[in-house]
T-cell receptor, first 112, second 114 residues
Framework: LAKTTQPISMDSYEGQEVNITCSHN???????ITWYQQFPSQGPRFIIQ???TKVTNEVASLFIPADRKSSTLSLPRVSLSDTAVYYC?????????????FGTGTRLTVIP | SAVISQKPSRDICQRGTSLTIQCQVD?????MFWYRQQPGQSLTLIAT?????????ESGFVIDKFPISRPNLTFSTLTVSNMSPEDSSIYLC???????????FGPGTRLTVT
């Protein structure tokens, strides 16, 4: 089971780019990296998923170095509504093994 | 995507009683998952529910305490039995788009045991 480690909390001002890094030193060859966002009193919401290099969608970018032992979620120009907890998961797409286990998450607070 | 609803949204229950939480999905899915999230904590997987077979429970969770039903491909229930205050938590169900890909979560059921 590839354990993930994230910072417990981060603060950022509105309009700044925020980068949240997740460490997963024991990532396996078939593992993908998935990020979720959770607002208070809601279930987590999928943000982005990737295997290597860079993935970008309308919400965020995910940077994964060649050794894949870490990944960075990048949120461009955050707003107050981006205040949430962000979770990094690592698991096997296809078999789904271990892709269901949430770590501690990073609590992002966006400051006006 | 999938739209998931849960009932009840919240409840306050007395110690020693049981509560059944319902999870309804707007499309057919093979696997459904039940999580628990205690206040200020991360999500903990309770069990995986496949239609037509017994649920698979994670370490620390047992069928007698958290019986699960999965009568069809769009519905599941989780019962929290013989409740104690330690069971106070948010219970969430989820489904996967495809195996290992993104999960879609219900809004959760906030349970308080007094």
């Amino acid at each position: 089971l590839a354990k993930t480690t994230q910072p417990i909390s981060m603060d950022s001002y509105e309009g700044q780019e925020v980068n949240i890094t997740c460490s997963h030193n024991n990532i396996a060859t078939n593992d993908y990296i998935t990020w979720y966002q959770q607002f208070p009193s809601q279930g987590p919401r999928f943000i982005i998923q990737g295997y290597k290099t860079k993935v970008t969608n309308e919400v965020a970018s995910l940077f994964i170095p060649a050794d894949r032992k870490s990944s960075t979620l990048s949120l461009p120009r955050v707003s107050l509504s981006d205040t949430a907890v962000y979770y990094c998961l690592v698991g096997d797409v296809g078999t789904g093994a271990n892709n269901l286990f949430f770590g501690t998450g990073t609590r992002l607070t966006v400051i006006p | 995507s999938a739209v998931i609803s849960q009932k009840p949204s919240r409840d306050i229950c007395q110690r020693g009683t049981s509560l059944t939480i319902q999870c309804q999905v707007d499309s057919q899915v093979t696997m459904m998952f039940w999580y628990r999230q205690q206040p200020g904590q991360s999500l903990t997987l309770i069990a995986t529910a496949n239609q037509g077979s017994e649920a698979t429970y994670e370490s620390g969770f047992v069928i007698d305490k958290f019986p699960i039903s999965r009568p069809n491909l769009t519905f599941s229930t989780l019962t929290v039995s013989n409740m104690s205050p330690e069971d106070s938590s948010i219970y969430l169900c989820s489904v996967e788009r495809d195996r290992g890909y993104e999960q879609y979560f219900g809004p959760g059921t906030r349970l308080t045991v007094t």
